[in-house]
Nanobody, 124 residues
Framework: QVRLVESGGGLVQAGGSLRLSCAAS????????MGWFRQAPGKEREFVAA????????NFADSWKGRFTINRDNAKNTVYLQMSSLKPEDTAVYYC?????????????????WGQGTQVTVSS
């Protein structure tokens, strides 16, 4: 059974940092591209960052370039999202996805499975 479990969310003040983790099991992790998306209340899920199977190629939404980084440890079956200079508008539930799909990693349809999400709340 494929399982993705996000962790590391919480409450942080504006300007602070958080590192989210997504631990995968039940799949050959090193074969999958991984992505992070977020969803704020009343809004659609939006792309944040993605990383290919090797960790050699990454994609970021323009809004978060320079503030967020993504990396992975295939030995630990884990992908990370390091977030810095957080703003109140970064408040959302953050989800990780694993995909072998065709097409663009910036679209949710690329991903075959998702975690349950972790809440990030940034106070002003």
């Amino acid at each position: 059974q494929v399982r993705l479990v996000e962790s590391g969310g919480g409450l942080v003040q504006a300007g602070g940092s958080l590192r989210l983790s997504c631990a995968a099991s039940g799949l050959t992790f090193s074969a999958y591209a991984m992505g992070w998306f977020r969803q704020a209340p009343g809004k659609e899920r939006e792309f944040v960052a993605a990383i290919d199977w090797s960790g050699g190629n990454t994609n970021f939404a323009d809004s978060w370039k320079g503030r967020f980084t993504i990396n992975r440890d295939n030995a630990k079956n884990t992908v990370y999202l390091q977030m810095s200079s957080l703003k109140p508008e970064d408040t959302a539930v953050y989800y990780c996805g694993a995909g072998l799909g065709v097409g663009s990693k910036i679209t949710p349809s690329y991903y075959d499975c998702w975690g349950q999400g972790t809440q990030v709340t940034v106070s002003s």
